[in-house]
């Protein structure tokens, strides 16, 4: 700093020289001013920040100051308030200039959020959850309550009807002058002009079938109640010839001609007896002479010629199919008929038939609930003579504020009484359930699921006479995935009227009928485990009512479908039609006339591979008369049974089975006279498909029953007839079995138990060993079983059990010549006289007769064993026991 000089001073070659000197002056320099800014880091936008600048300049220069907020607008102040008006992140930059241009430079950055909403509680009269449902003569009272800590808050509602209240008090209250849907919105705005709104949706409806799930409900109604009419007689009858079409096979299925098979000539013998009544056992006489006299032994011989196994080789004895029942007279109900009914009624178990499930749904939820009562005084004596009282629960629920409630429920009731007579006693009573559960959690206006019931019951009681009526209608529906198949469906609709006349405890006249479709597809692959259409009409009529219905129609359509293992095919369909007319005129409990018709099919798939391989038929009917002292029934059916595994049309296996009784009653004693029956079948295989049966069985069972009483019948008789052939591959005949039995008993006590019977039974077998036609082992077989006890005292006057048992080989060599002549034979006969009711016998024969006979080698065996047992006190034990024996052998 000061006042310098510089000289210089230059010389050339030559030697000349020159000076120069510069004078100059130093000042001192200039500084930089300095700057800061103070400012938060955070602000609300609309609301004024505080902020500050503090700038200096060493030298004392004045300064510019320049602020800049980063959102257009800059300021030349060193301290003040901006407002921002959006969120965001904002950076304050600042700077300060000296008189020299010397710059100073600063920045902060600041985020600004968005002010907070003043607080809105609000609070309604009614108070449901989701939509408000309001009566057209009542009131919708709002409740607010509101904070905000940056200012004061208003309070406007609009009402969603063009008026509105602005601003608003802490309780406001509005009616409306007209039914509709309104959006009503409650606003509160705080300082910052920042608004919190709340939104509510009021239906005000005059009467509550006007609400729009009412609405809903009868639109969900009345579409079900078209589809089942139709879809009903679709399923059941779609050809409209008035039989269920999946009967029409079974309908047309002729009886089992079984006349033909065991009588083909018509003489009245069953040609297939012709082996047993024609063979000719050995005379038992020549055989005790060839054996000789018998001697007295001390113990019975053990021979094998005495055992059973001796004669008949193993595979000789009743085959499973002679071994099995005879088909009851209800085979037919016990596969088919009964089925469908329990499958129809025993077991359906929807909520959507019950109304607790619909009470039980809305009490789960805040609901808006009207409770109204209204009554008529009609001759003005201060008794009303009509009383009503209704309630109504509705729950309206949207909140994802896409159009369309995700879950509906609506319960309405209502009960009335009238005294239609103004005798002060109500006669007439009307009470009405209908029952919404509707679910779209989507919102997309398809329910994934809902449950309408309705339920009216109209009575009419005058103390004495009473009339009910009673309708129900439901219609459920599931579609959880909305892929348009139902995993559930049920509609019904039913109607019953029960009139009590008041002369008994029981109904003078009952009647419903029902249409009813089922669907359950649980697993959703498009084939239901459960699939039925049902349409049933009973009526019964009971003048007197005492308990003996005058008059009984039943009418029944029915099929049932199931897939039981969830495959994905139906795997059981049962089909019925029935009908059925009783009569009782003079209500005596005898019916006078009684009629029933029926058909049924039954198809299943036995090894679940797609195929219904089994199938059943069955037709049938009942009748009854009772004209006084004369009673007629008649029984018959008829059923057909295939088995067809690879389902070519060429079944496997074939049973048909054809029933007829009829019974008489001459009396009044309720006891039948009478009763004739006989039963038939027929059952084949073919396990090659070949058109040529290997195994064929057939029987006929017939059975006449007398005098019958509380236990049973006096006497019966029974005969059955069978024949059953086996046939190899190749068509050739490999036995042949005929079984004839007999049976006639005496229960002469009635007490239920046969004291007097005698049974015999006989079997010719035979058998083609080497497939050449010619059969060359014979069997016969013949069991005799007796006793009697006429006085039914319980001591038997004799008692017999007698088997024989005969056997032929007999084959031809090349040439015609007999290679093979063997007979064995075998008599066991047990004879008791005087039998006390402990079964013990005074005396007893026990005999043994029996030879092997080889008559092309000329030897024979024989044996003799007679056992006389006597048993005079008849405890027992024996007094005396005799044996005696005899035997030849050629050779010995």
């Known amino acids: 700093v000061g006042t310098h000089t510089i000289e210089a001073e230059i010389t050339d070659s030559m030697g000349v020289t020159g000076v120069s000197a510069v004078i100059f002056t130093l000042l001192e320099p200039n500084r930089a001013p300095t700057i800061s800014l103070e ?105 607010t309550s509101t904070e905000d800590p940056l200012g004061p808050v208003s309070v406007s509602v609009d009402w969603g009807d063009g008026s509105m209240v602005e601003p608003a008090f802490t309780e406001e209250s509005h009616q409306y002058a007209e039914e509709g849907v309104f959006v009503v919105r409650v606003i509160a705005t705080g300082s910052t002009g920042i608004t919190t709104e709340r939104v509510f949706h009021v239906e005000v409806v005059s009467v509550a079938d006007d609400l729009e799930a009412a609405q809903l409900q009868e639109e969900l109604e009345e579409e079900a109640e078209e589809q089942l009419d139709t879809e009903v007689e679709e399923e059941l009858d779609n050809d409209g010839d008035g039989t269920v079409d999946d009967v029409t096979e079974a309908q047309q299925d002729p009886d089992y001609d079984w006349q033909s098979d065991f009588d083909p000539d018509g003489d009245g013998y069953y040609d297939d007896d012709q082996e047993v009544d024609d063979w000719v056992a050995t005379d038992e006489e020549s055989v005790r002479d060839e054996v000789g006299d018998e001697e007295e032994t001390d113990a019975i011989p053990n021979d094998p010629l005495m055992i059973e196994a001796s004669v008949v080789n193993e595979d000789e004895g009743p085959s499973d199919a002679e071994l099995g029942p005879t088909p009851a007279d209800n085979e037919a109900d016990a596969e088919i008929v009964n089925p469908v009914f329990n499958d129809a009624w025993g077991d359906v178990s929807d909520d959507s038939l019950q109304e607790q499930t619909y009470s039980r749904s809305i009490s789960q939820v805040t609901a808006t609930w009207w409770n109204d009562t209204f009554w008529e005084d009609w001759d003005n004596d201060g008794v009303p003579e009509t009383l009503c009282h209704t309630t109504v629960g509705i729950f309206w629920f949207d909140s994802d504020g896409i159009p369309g409630p995700e879950r509906i429920i609506l319960v309405r009731t209502k009960h009335c009484s009238h005294d239609r007579d103004g005798d002060g006693q109500n006669d007439l009573f009307f009470t009405r ?131 039981t293992n969830q495959d994905g095919s139906v795997d059981v369909i049962r089909a019925l039609h029935q009908n059925t007319v009783q009569f009782d005129n003079d209500s005596n409990g005898v019916i006078e006339l009684q009629w029933t018709w029926r058909a049924g099919v039954l198809k299943v798939d036995t090894d679940h591979d797609g195929d219904l391989d089994y199938t059943a038929w069955m037709h049938g009917w009942h009748q009854h008369w009772d004209w006084g002292m004369v009673e007629y029934h008649i029984h018959r059916f008829a059923l057909t049974r295939i088995s067809d595994h690879d389902t070519d049309g060429i079944p496997e296996w074939k049973q048909r089975i054809i029933h007829m009784s009829n019974a008489t009653d001459w009396d009044f004693d309720h006891h039948l006279e009478q009763r004739e029956s006989y039963t038939a079948s027929l059952t084949w295989s073919d396990a090659d498909e070949d058109g040529y049966e290997e195994h064929i069985f057939r029987r006929v069972r017939e059975t006449t029953y007398l005098d019958q009483h509380a236990h049973g019948w006096s006497h019966q008789t029974e005969s059955t007839h069978s024949l059953e052939i086996w046939r190899d591959l190749n068509h050739n005949l490999r036995a042949q079995r005929v079984v004839v039995t007999g049976l006639s008993s005496w229960d002469n006590n009635s007490d239920g138990s046969p004291d007097t019977y005698d049974h015999l039974s006989r079997t010719w077998q035979a058998a083609d060993h080497d497939h050449d036609g010619f059969l060359e082992r014979r069997v016969f077989h013949r069991h005799h079983m007796a006793a009697r006890d006429d006085n039914a005292d319980g001591n038997a006057t004799f008692a017999l059990n007698s088997n024989i048992w005969h056997a032929r080989n007999l084959s031809l060599s090349p040439s015609g010549s007999i290679d093979l002549l063997q007979e064995a034979y075998l008599s066991h006969i047990v004879f008791e006289w005087n039998i006390n009711s402990q079964g013990h016998a005074y005396h007893t024969n026990n005999t043994w007769i029996a030879f092997h006979i080889d008559h092309v080698t000329n030897t024979i065996q024989g044996i003799i064993v007679t056992v006389i047992t006597i048993d005079s006190d008849q405890d027992g034990t024996p007094e005396s026991v005799t044996i005696t024996t005899g035997n030849t052998g050629n050779p010995p």
């Open 39 to 143: 400012l938060p880091i955070e602000g609300i936008a609309g609301v004024p920040v505080a902020w500050s600048v503090d700038a200096s300049d060493p030298d004392g220069d004045d300064l510019v100051v320049e602020v800049d907020f980063s959102d257009g607008i800059t300021q030349r102040d060193l301290s003040g308030q901006h407002v921002w008006g959006e969120p965001g992140i904002y950076t304050v930059r600042v700077s300060a200039t000296d008189t020299s241009g010397f710059l100073a430079n600063a920045q902060e950055t600041i985020r600004i959020e968005y002010a907070d909403a003043p607080s809105l509680t609000v609070s309604t009269n009614p108070s449901p959850q989701g939509r408000i449902h309001l009566n057209l003569a009542g009131e919708l009272t709002i409740t």
């Open 433 to 563: 359930f209908r029952g919404l559960d509707f679910v779209d959690q989507n919102s997309d206006g398809i329910p994934e699921r809902h449950d309408v019931l309705t339920r009216v019951v109209w009575t009419w009681d005058n103390g004495t006479y009473e009339d009910v009526n009673i309708d129900l209608f439901v219609h459920a529906r599931t579609d959880a995935d909305q892929d348009g198949n139902l995993e559930r469906r049920v509609v019904l609709n039913r109607h019953q009227r029960m009139v009590d006349q008041g002369i008994g405890t029981v109904l003078t006249a009952y009647f419903s009928h029902s249409r009813f479709i089922l669907r359950v597809d649980s697993n959703d692959d498009g084939t239901p485990e459960r699939w039925m259409a049902i349409d049933h009409t009973s009526w019964v009529w009971d003048p007197t009512e005492d308990g003996n219905a005058d008059r009984h129609l039943d009418y029944l359509r029915a099929v049932v479908r199931k897939d």
